[in-house]
Structures are given as C-alpha cells and as structure tokens.
C-alpha cells in the first residue's frame, strides 16, 4: 500500500513494509530451484522445449529450472498440480494446447479450469502436428492410409497421446471417413516407441518428437496438419491435399504459473523469455525441429487459450465428440 501524506505543500510518499517486501522478492528472483511442471511423460516435445528455455534461465539467473514429469490422465495429474501449487513463482508449467485448449473442449468435467487457475506467462512456440507411420506399415501417403482403413474397417490402430492427439485423430476420421482403433497412451513418447517398434498404425504427435525419427527413416511423415505445407518441411505435405475436410490444427507450448502468482513475478519472466525467444540459437533449435518461436505478453497468450477453447469446444460439438474425464 502506498499512503500519501501532504505536509506544508510537499507530496510525501510512504511504502507499506508489506509492499517493499514484495518488491525485494521479485527483484531477487529466483532464490531457489525452480520446479517446471510437465503434463506428459519424460522424452516427449515438451521436454525439449522446456530444457531449452530453462536451460537459458538458469545460465541468467544462477538457479536450476527443474523439469517435474507427470503424465498420465490426459494431463489432469499435473495440471491439477500446478493449479494448486503455491502460487509464489517457485512452481511452472509447461503447458500445450492439448491440455490447455482441447481438454476443455473434449471432456465432460475437468478438475481444473484453463482460464481461471493458471497466469498465462509467454506464449513459446508452435507448429504443426505430424501424421507419421512405420515403414513396413504398408502406407506411404495419406490417400494410402484412407484407402487400407477402408479395406480393412477398425483393423488399423491410431495410438493416441491424449489431448491434442486424440483430437486430431478424430478428426482425422471425420474428415477422411475412416475407422481406425484408437489405442490410449499417457504421453507421446510411449505411443512413439509403440509406432517405431511397429506395434500400431500410426500416431499424430508434434514435429519436435516426430522428425527426428523420420530423418533417420525409423518412421515416414505422411502429412502435415496446417491447411498448407509448413515452410520448414516443405517435401511433407497437407493432409488437406488429400482430405480438404481435414480442418487446421496447430500445436503450441507456453509458460505458464499458478493463479495468483505475483504479476512482478510473470513480467520479470516474460521478458526474459521473450529475450531468450530472440536468440540465434533457439530459433535455429525450434526450426529444426519443425516449430516456429512465439512470445509476446501474457495477454496475448490469455487470449489465445480462450480462443482456441471455443474453436476446438465448436469443432468438438459439430462432430458430436465428447469423453469421459479419466
């Protein structure tokens, strides 16, 4: 609280003691490791993400940004983490459009509320999702994938990593008039060893999981999930080519913290990510890996998760799609 006292004509300001504590706190930050929580299991796109920018992080300020994996439930364990987490900085997460965005929109009741329980931080990177298959799979196109699914209903299997994934998925299905076999994974990187061992059809999963095993021929990118060819994967094309009804689905990660957190707190670290984010070196990371860098301020993200929440809650509605909550 900050009182303002008039003596003889001379404005004096007083700060209360609760106030220049706080500030200290925030010019001091951070003063211990910082846990990163992750809704997904170890070795997926998240990771990566995450270990770059915290990496970063901890090179600025001195302090570790430790990574907290908790897959499982389509994200709910640790969503439901952070949003009960203390709310004094010391907790992040790591979160996506799966859990951010399509979750709302595909499940019935969720335990937590995207937009009411976090404070958007920055908004880190995007890019398309990947449909990819095993090489021995028989498909080396996505008019191939439509064509088996119809010879042969419900006998290919889609692994699923939950969130995003299903949604595209399913979508997938509506679009080209298929049935496949959903199988449930907690995370993409389970569903990404399954496909790489050949135990299922195929998977929809970011480009940051998906190329590296594609340049090394241990799996075969049929197409890409954005109405056009994504400019850094231009030999990969639009599912839409082949399947116009197939609509746009971008995947993104941002930053996030528990509601409430201290707003010195969230600007401090948007604009040392959004300076990270400007570095050679990241983007040339991200590009590599398919994604694109982001940022900008935190309303920018905040409104990005409510538009997407009523995109994905209409597209869910149309198609009649709709799960239980694990």
Known sequence: MVRVVMALGIAVFFQSPAA???????????QKTVRVIIPYAAGGPTDVVARSIGQKLTEKWGQQFLLDNRSGADGLLAMTAAATAPADGYT????????????????????????????????????PFLLVTHPKSGVGSVADLVRLANARPRELTFGSGGGLSNLAGISFQFAAGIKTTIVPYKGAAPSMTDLIGGQITYIFTSTTAALPNVQAGRLVGLGVTTRKRWP??????????????????????????????????????????????????????????GSEVAGGAPDLFTNIISREIAMWTKLAKDANLKLATP
């Open 20 to 30: 220049v504590s706080q500030d200290k706190r925030i010019d001091s930050y951070p």
């Open 92 to 127: 992040l997460l790591l979160g996506g459009t799966g859990v951010l965005t399509s979750n709302p929109a595909l499940h019935e009741k969720l335990p937590y509320d995207s937009q009411k329980d976090y404070a958007p931080i920055v908004f880190i990177s995007s890019g």
């Open 232 to 289: 850094s994967l231009p030999d990969i094309p639009a599912i839409a080519e082949t399947v116009p009804a197939f609509d746009d689905i971008v995947v993104w990660y941002g930053l996030l913290a528990p509601a409430r957190t201290p707003g010195g707190i969230v600007d401090k670290l948007n604009r040392e990510i959004n300076a990270i984010l400007q570095s050679r070196d990241i983007a040339q990371r991200f590009a590599a890996m």
